[in-house]
């Protein structure tokens, strides 16, 4: 399944949409960080957390604004991978559909730094009660070792 997805990514690869919406082609930088997206959005869609979970640094964070059950309003939830984990089975793992796949990309390097805004879809529930949005992603990425990990997401449902 993952070689299939690096077929899929290295076929949809060369092109990236800047915010000008137009077309450019990938440097060889920018491929890498493209494709470990993929991977990484598989892999969650695939649900598989101990792999997930090496796509982090140790202490890497996901924060966003939502409205919980007992908010009485949006605020800003933080956590850090090993807690968004210990919740999966409350989210992700609570529906026998889930899937986030990555539909666009602006991908900036600077060094051992990159940061990247994403689109993706979703979808969430039952095949009876399938919820499907778009949001974004703001990845926060550090190469160490020759290796890129994530130190953050910011997100965005669109739900």
């Not at 730094?113 to 499907?132: C, N, P």
Request: charged residues 25%; proline residues 3%.
């Amino acid at each position: 399944m993952r070689f299939f997805g690096f077929i899929v990514a290295l076929i949809y690869c060369p092109l990236s949409f800047a915010q000008s919406g137009e077309p450019h082609t990938l440097s060889s930088s920018e491929q890498t960080v493209y494709l470990f997206l993929q991977d990484y959005y598989g892999t969650m869609s695939d649900r598989n957390w101990n792999l997930y979970r090496d796509f982090f640094v140790e202490k890497g964070t996901l924060t966003t604004v939502w409205k919980s059950g007992s908010d009485q309003k949006p605020e800003i939830h933080g956590y850090t991978i090993d807690e968004f984990l210990a919740q999966t089975k409350d989210g992700p793992d609570s529906q026998p559909i889930f899937e986030e796949r990555m539909i666009d990309a602006d991908i900036s390097i600077q060094g051992n730094l990159a940061s990247v805004y994403t689109k993706y879809k979703a979808k969430f529930g039952t095949s009876d009660k399938l919820i499907e949005w778009e949001g974004f992603d703001l990845f926060s990425l550090i190469r160490y070792a020759g290796e890129w990990k994530i130190v953050s997401i910011t997100y965005e449902s669109g739900m």
